[in-house]
C-alpha cells in the first residue's frame, strides 16, 4: 500500500536558519505528492504540491521536487522565520485514489 | 468564502457514550473526508464521499464508526459506545470531485477534539 515516512523532530532552528525536511514515499505508478502545515492552534493547510515527476511545488518560500528516482519529495526554506513554527507534514494520494496518506509529521520551531 | 466548518470544537463524553460529529463542507465541494488525528496513529483516513457514490469506508476502525451524507453536503460521523482510544482530533476535509479526485486539494476544517473519559 501507500506510505510516507518523512524526518522526525522536534526541529528547532534559529531565524534565517536553512531549513530541510525529509520525506520519502512508497506508492505503485505515480502519486501526487503534497506538503500540508499546521501552525499552532489551526487547522490543516496545503502548503505546496506536485502532480507528477520534476516538478516543483513552491509557496511562502518553501519549495519541494517530486523526484521519481529517489521517491522522494524534500522540503526546503532558505531563511526560515518565527512565524514558520509550526508542525508540517509529507503526504500522497495515489494514482488511482483521493484519499491521502500522511507522514508522521514533524514539528518545527524557530527561535528569533 | 467560508471554509469547512466542524461543530462542535470540543467533546467530552464518558466511556461507553454515543457521540456524533458534524461538517460542513466548502459549497460547491462534492468530496468529503474524514480524517482522525491521534497521538499514536498520526493521520488517518477514515471514510471518504464523493457524490451520489457509495462511499469508501475502507478506514473505518471499527462498526461503531458510521458516517453519514445527507443531500450531498453535511456529514454526520457517529460513534457508538466511545472507547477511551477514541480520543482523537477528527478532521473533515473537502474538494472538488472528478476521476478520482486525483491531485485536487483538500480543504481542512479546524477538527473536533473528542476527550473520552
Known amino acids: 500500500g501507500n506510505s510516507v515516512t518523512q524526518m522526525e523532530g522536534p526541529v528547532t532552528l534559529s531565524e534565517e536558519a536553512f531549513l530541510t525536511i525529509n520525506c520519502t514515499y512508497t506508492a505503485t505508478g505515480y502519486p501526487s505528492l503534497f506538503w500540508y502545515v499546521q501552525y499552532p492552534g489551526e487547522g490543516l493547510q496545503l502548503l505546496l504540491k506536485?502532480?507528477?515527476?520534476?516538478d516543483k511545488g513552491s509557496n511562502k518560500g518553501f519549495e519541494a521536487t517530486y523526484r521519481k528516482e529517489t521517491t522522494s519529495f524534500h522540503l526546503e526554506k532558505g531563511s526560515v522565520q518565527v512565524s514558520d513554527s509550526a508542525v508540517y507534514f509529507c503526504a500522497l494520494s495515489g494514482r488511482n485514489d483521493y484519499k491521502l496518506s500522511f507522514g508522521a509529521g514533524t514539528t518545527v520551531t524557530v527561535r528569533a | 468564502g467560508a471554509g469547512v466548518s466542524q461543530s462542535p470544537s470540543n467533546k467530552v463524553t464518558e466511556k461507553g457514550k454515543d457521540v456524533e460529529l458534524r461538517c460542513d463542507p466548502i459549497s460547491g465541494h462534492t468530496a468529503l473526508y474524514w480524517y482522525r488525528q491521534s497521538l499514536g496513529q498520526g493521520l488517518e483516513f477514515l471514510i471518504y464521499?464523493?457524490?451520489?457514490?457509495?462511499?469508501?469506508k475502507s478506514g473505518l476502525p471499527s462498526d461503531r464508526f458510521s458516517a453519514e451524507r445527507t443531500g450531498g453536503s453535511v456529514s454526520t460521523l457517529t460513534i457508538q459506545r466511545t472507547q477511551q482510544e477514541d480520543s482523537a482530533v477528527y478532521l473533515c476535509a473537502s474538494s472538488l470531485g472528478g476521476p478520482r479526485g486525483r491531485g485536487y486539494e483538500q480543504y481542512f476544517g479546524p477538527g473536533t477534539r473528542l476527550t473520552v473519559t
Open positions: 506536485a502532480t507528477k515527476a520534476d
Open positions: 464521499f464523493q457524490g451520489n457514490s457509495a462511499p469508501d
